[in-house]
């Protein structure tokens, strides 16, 4: 585990179905809190991106909005799907 990232965890995360969406509002309080909640429970999850949401900002701003607001790291984007973790050792993301 390099950085507190199990990278087998990552690749399981791809596989298992969308923890949540991110609809036309955007990344609202609410979806930040949602992800807060998800992430305390599981540490990895994937999030699907409704084409709906995509408007102002592009998925991968939408991402990295969604990693800033709370404090997890992004793995990746795979057409409208990415998967967002948080480890336990860091208190901010640094790969933003």
């Known amino acids: 585990m ?7 965890r990552v690749k399981i995360a791809w ?6 969406q991110i609809g036309k509002a955007g990344v609202t309080d609410n979806v930040v ?3 807060k ?9 994937k ?6 949401a995509i408007g102002e900002f592009n998925k991968l701003e ?3 909005l969604l990693c800033k607001r709370s404090l997890a790291s992004f ?4 057409g409208n799907t990415a998967v967002i973790y948080k480890t336990r ?4 993301p640094d790969d933003l």
């Open 62 to 64: 939408l991402v990295r």
């Open 37 to 45: 909640r998800l992430l305390k429970r599981h540490r990895y999850i």
């Open 2 to 8: 390099k950085n507190g990232v199990d990278k087998n």
């Open 47 to 52: 999030i699907r991106i409704l084409r709906s």
């Open 89 to 92: 050792l860091r208190t901010a």
């Open 33 to 35: 809190e949602e992800a």
């Open 75 to 78: 793995d990746g984007i795979r």
């Open 15 to 20: 596989q298992e179905p969308a923890m949540m």
